[in-house]
């Protein structure tokens, strides 16, 4: 058998590897979109469902911006905390002489709807990144990051607001990195299990999902708090956009690009 | 045309003619095993399907947590109801002596039960919580008799899908499938822990739906109806709270 013919290839050439670059490397490295269509097409679905899920948990509080620990609260509970804002409920005393209009009914179904979507695509975008090597290759830490110096100088650049190269193809730096994954792997997964541990149905069917987590109303307190942390995940990760220039980085999770089509031809 | 992109309009067409038959499937399935709510169509028509049908599938016979005694809350809060209508203060005078509940449709023996004839069936209890959409909720031991033994008194038919169930006041009427309707927990409640029913809790009579939200629990029980078609009734939506805006499944 000869061994020539099963020289190693490599499995997806378009990928810009590390080693010294030629001519027709520089050109792939130019062209090589910067986010693959499965993270731009889940990220702003995704997008559309998160900011529907804000309005509505939002709309859904309102009517008894209440919280507490345990299995029950209500109106003749102490409260762990309370939100300082009027209610769209007259039963709950929040100090305002006014009701607001009850948006309830249809922010519970967008709610509902675009937890679902939210879900399905979150799963997608899962088990892509996770075949693809997303999450290995631009997510996970590399070894040298890991060290002390590499986690400082990059802790020091962000506290500077050091901008990156806005034509630059660098992959995501390691506070970024960091963050992502707890957002993907952490917040997300505990907004999904506070969120379902409210659903009486679903509870019947697998109780300890709100038992572990030491009853309903506790349930319902964390999805709020967890909510705010996402909250600002989202803030942040605008802010960041528009500090690292709004344009390129819109139109590489537009188009894949950090440039326009003509100065990449 | 290249081969490449006749292979790429092939497969693009064959998955896309999967992809519609494969849903018109799911429909034909969803329907024929009773996965899709009254409340299907519109906006969120489609999240609605997936909440009902996905617990249709998971919890058809799981029972909703009960609590030990020392959970019950202290104070069982009676949220709001509207005024008493003349003919509630009329029955509340009479200690609800008069209170009658109609139960017709799809059944052998129509029916009118007083609060008394609803007692001496055999009584039930059960410490469950009541959670209000609005996001509160407290636990209380509720006594009843489940709504299943009240069905086969009046002798249910078999092709029966919904039950439709309404309050004496106006405009508040609710109905639940038949998972709900024959479900153990599901009763016709007339008492509150170790008491009669207060009159803020729904008394004399309510329903409890202990895998629903509070708002599935109708207060003040007048009269059921077992049918197969909900579209009989109201805008065809299954209950008043669609047409309001509401979910008409509360498990979430």
């Not at chain 1, 002390?148 to 990156?164: E, N, V």
């Not at chain 1, 509870?203 to 506790?218: E, K, N, Y």
């Not at chain 2, 599935?216 to 197969?228: G, Q, Y």
Request: net charge positive.
């Amino acid at each position: 058998m000869s061994t020539l013919d099963s020289a190693p290839v490599p499995l997806n050439a378009s990928v810009p590897t590390s080693g010294p670059t030629s001519e027709p490397a520089i050109s792939t490295l130019t062209t090589a979109p910067r986010h693959s269509a499965i993270v731009r097409i889940t990220h702003w679905i995704f997008s559309l469902c998160f900011l529907a899920l804000l309005v509505t948990g939002a709309e859904i509080v309102i009517s008894h911006p209440r919280f507490y620990w345990g299995e029950t609260g209500n109106v003749l509970t102490t409260p762990a905390f309370k939100l300082p804002i009027p209610s769209s409920r007259a039963l709950v005393p929040t100090g305002y002489g006014y009701v607001m209009p009850d948006q309830n009914g249809w922010s519970r179904a967008l709610h509902f709807q675009s937890a679902w979507i939210a879900v399905l695509v979150g799963l997608l975008y899962g088990i892509a990144g996770w075949v693809s090597g997303h999450f290995r290759r631009d997510l996970l830490p590399g070894k040298s990051d890991l060290s002390w110096r590499g986690f400082s100088t990059a802790i020091r650049h962000h506290l500077l607001f050091k901008r990156p190269a806005e034509d630059g193809n660098d992959s995501y730096n390691l506070p970024q990195r960091l963050t992502y994954l707890f957002v993907i792997f952490i917040l997300f997964p505990l907004v999904i299990w506070t969120g379902l541990a409210m659903s009486p149905g679903f509870i019947s069917a697998f109780p300890a999902t709100v038992d572990l987590l030491g009853g309903r109303q506790t349930a319902r307190t964390l999805h709020f708090l967890i909510s705010v942390a996402l909250l600002v995940f989202l803030l942040v990760h605008v802010g960041m956009v528009f500090v690292s220039g709004f344009g390129t980085r819109m139109r590489a999770m537009i188009t894949g690009h950090l440039r326009p089509a003509k100065e990449r031809a | 045309m290249t081969d490449l992109s006749r292979r790429k309009l092939l497969i693009t067409g064959l998955a896309a003619t999967a992809g519609v038959a494969g849903l018109g499937v799911a429909a034909g399935l969803a329907e024929k095993y009773g996965l899709v709510p009254p409340d299907h169509g519109g906006l969120y028509g489609l999240g609605e399907t997936l909440t009902y049908a996905s617990q249709r599938l998971l919890t058809r016979h799981s029972l909703a947590r009960e609590f030990s005694r020392n959970q019950i809350s202290e104070r069982p809060l009676a949220n709001e109801i509207a005024p008493p209508s003349e003919e509630f203060k009329r029955l509340q005078a009479g200690r609800f002596v008069d209170w009658r509940l109609t139960i017709d449709g799809m059944v052998d023996r129509p029916g009118s039960f007083s609060i008394d004839q609803l007692k001496s069936y055999p009584s039930h209890s059960q410490i469950t919580e009541i959670a209000c959409e609005e996001g509160w909720s407290y636990i209380a031991e509720w006594h009843g008799v489940p709504l299943s033994h009240v069905l086969n008194v009046v002798g249910a038919h078999p092709q029966a899908r919904y039950v439709v169930y309404f309050s004496i006041e106006p405009g508040w009427w609710e109905s639940m499938d038949m998972a709900d309707a024959t479900h153990p927990q599901t009763f016709l409640t007339y008492g509150m822990n170790g008491d009669d029913l207060p009159v803020g809790n729904g008394g004399p009579l309510r329903v409890r739906l202990p895998r629903q939200l509070g708002y599935k629990s109708v207060k003040f029980l007048t009269h059921m109806t077992v049918t197969d078609n909900l579209k009989k009734f109201g805008k065809g939506l299954g209950s008043a709270s669609p047409e309001g805006g509401y979910a008409w499944y509360a498990g979430i």
